[in-house]
């Protein structure tokens, strides 16, 4: 999971240098945090939340296969 929200975020943004992915497991529930620059924090999020919406779908529907519950932080 770390990898594919990383590859989409770094697609998004103006400085995909400055974007990390970090995991934390808990049972079969895995948080993935993803950082960002601030000047890129829209660009990820998108107008009203549609981007970060469409990320967390994808991600959900990659997990599915793995029977895990996934919840994706924008930090």
């Known amino acids: 999971m770390k990898d594919l929200v990383e ?11 400055e974007v990390s992915v970090s995991e934390k497991e808990n049972g079969r529930s895995l948080t993935v945090e993803l950082h960002v620059a601030p000047s890129d924090m829209g660009k990820v999020i998108g107008k009203q939340g549609r981007i970060a919406k469409a990320i967390r779908t994808v991600v959900k529907a990659a997990a599915m296969e793995d029977n895990k519950k996934v919840d994706v932080d924008i930090i």
Not at 7 to 17: C, E, F, T
């Open 7 to 17: 590859v989409i975020a770094k697609a998004l943004v103006d400085h995909p240098d």
